[in-house]
Nanobody
Framework: QVQLVESGGGLVQAGGSLRLSCAAS????????MGWFRQAPGLEREFVAR?????????YYKDSVKGRFTISRDNAKNTVYLQMNSLRPEDTALYYC????????????????WGQGTQVTVSS
C-alpha cells in the first residue's frame, strides 16, 4: 500500500515557476515508477511526466512541457518532484502524482496509487 500526498500548487503569473512535491508512504517507494498527470475542468486526465523506478534514470514528458518541466525523485525522502518553469495559462489544472509497479508508462489506468491532487493556476 502506498499513500501519496501532493503539495506545492498555487497561483502564479504566466512565465513563473512552481515546484510540486509528492510525498509517499511505505518502504517500497523505490520500486515504483512515478508519474505526474493533470486534469483541467471539462477535460480528461492527461499524462505530464514520468520517471522510472529505483535510480530514476529514465524520464519522459508530454511534448508541450518538454524543456519547461523536470521530474525528479529523492528516494531517501520518498518524494517525487515536478519543477515547472515558464508556466503558461494552458498549464492550469489539478495536478496528480501516481505510482505504478509496471514499467514507467503514460497510461493512467496502469497507475495503482494516486494522490488527491494539487491545484495549479496560471494567470495571463
Amino acid at each position: 500500500q502506498v499513500q501519496l500526498v501532493e503539495s506545492g500548487g498555487g497561483l502564479v503569473q504566466a512565465g513563473g515557476s512552481l515546484r510540486l512535491s509528492c510525498a509517499a508512504s511505505g518502504r517500497t517507494f523505490n520500486s515504483y515508477a512515478m508519474g505526474w498527470f493533470r486534469q483541467a475542468p471539462g477535460l480528461e486526465r492527461e499524462f505530464v511526466a514520468r520517471i522510472s523506478s529505483w535510480s530514476g534514470s529514465s524520464t519522459y514528458y508530454k511534448d508541450s512541457v518538454k524543456g519547461r518541466f523536470t521530474i525528479s525523485r529523492d528516494n531517501a525522502k520518498n518524494t517525487v518532484y515536478l519543477q515547472m518553469n515558464s508556466l503558461r495559462p494552458e498549464d492550469t489544472a489539478l495536478y496528480y502524482c501516481a505510482a505504478t509497479s509496471y514499467t514507467s508508462n503514460n497510461d493512467p489506468t496502469l497507475y495503482r496509487y494516486w494522490g488527491q491532487g494539487t491545484q495549479v493556476t496560471v494567470s495571463s
